[in-house]
């Protein structure tokens, strides 16, 4: 269990959760997270430290990513000796810009409007009239590891496993709707991170006494969840 005041983003908690299992001992090899956790600090630390973030493809909020056959980032070819990135298209980009946004190094990439604008895979690429499409690039060592990433996410290998993520979000519920986890019974975070222990106290219990009782009396039926198909698909 671990709390944060409300104003923390799931994107920020990450590294805490990271740390938090990594001093108890409990360091896992894979983290299954929702679109929230995943940031590319956050895929960088955690492959440093052997863990694998696996989740919705970081930085998939572009238009390119949500079209069938969109061109999104993982598609160029970068030389990052060079500084050029190459398109699907065979183009090369004219311009390589090297900044800086939030705190955080960014490279800006254009490529020339007139090698866009006659393009053939201009409607999958950009929706520029007036410019040709642009990239915004992290340094390579980030940008190796999002790619990585977003290519991983894409498979269906890694869909299928995904699917034992509902567990948690069933856990989430059940603490929701079952136990008011969403409302504070107190004010300051020790006695709100203390309420939280309890709750998931509670819910151990909750669930250890039905694992008792399933033995007694037929379980109701319900269409299975999505865990129980991928553990099925396994079988
Ligand atoms: S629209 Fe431009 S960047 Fe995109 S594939 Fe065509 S030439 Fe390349």
């Not at 001992?25 to 983290?31: R, T």
């Amino acid at each position: 269990v671990f709390t944060t005041a409300a104003t923390v983003a799931d994107v920020v908690a990450g590294s805490f959760i990271n740390e938090y299992l990594d001093e108890k001992g409990y360091k896992p090899e894979e983290s299954y997270v929702d679109g929230g956790y995943i940031s590319a600090e956050h895929l960088v630390e955690s492959e440093a430290i052997g863990i694998k973030v696996i989740g919705p493809s970081y930085s998939a909020s572009n238009w390119q990513s949500k079209v069938e056959g969109g061109i999104d980032i993982e598609d160029f070819q970068i030389n990052w000796e060079k500084k050029y990135a190459e398109c699907p298209g065979g183009k090369r980009s004219t311009v390589w810009r090297e900044g800086e946004r939030n705190n955080r190094a960014v490279i800006r990439v254009q490529f020339k409007r007139d090698d866009c604008m006659g393009c053939p895979l201009r409607a999958k690429c950009t929706r520029s009239e007036t410019t040709g499409r642009s990239l915004s690039l992290r340094e390579k060592e980030v940008h190796d590891i999002v790619v990585k990433s977003r290519l991983k996410s894409k498979e269906d290998a890694t869909k299928l496993r995904y699917q034992i993520r509902s567990g948690i979000e069933s856990a989430i519920s059940q603490g929701v709707r079952g136990f008011g986890l969403r409302f504070n019974r107190y004010i300051g975070i020790e006695k709100t991170s203390l309420q939280h222990v309890l709750t998931a106290a509670a819910m151990n219990m909750q669930r250890l006494v039905s694992w008792w009782q399933c033995g007694q009396q037929p379980a109701r039926q319900r269409p299975p969840v999505a865990l129980k198909s991928f553990i099925t698909a396994l079988a």
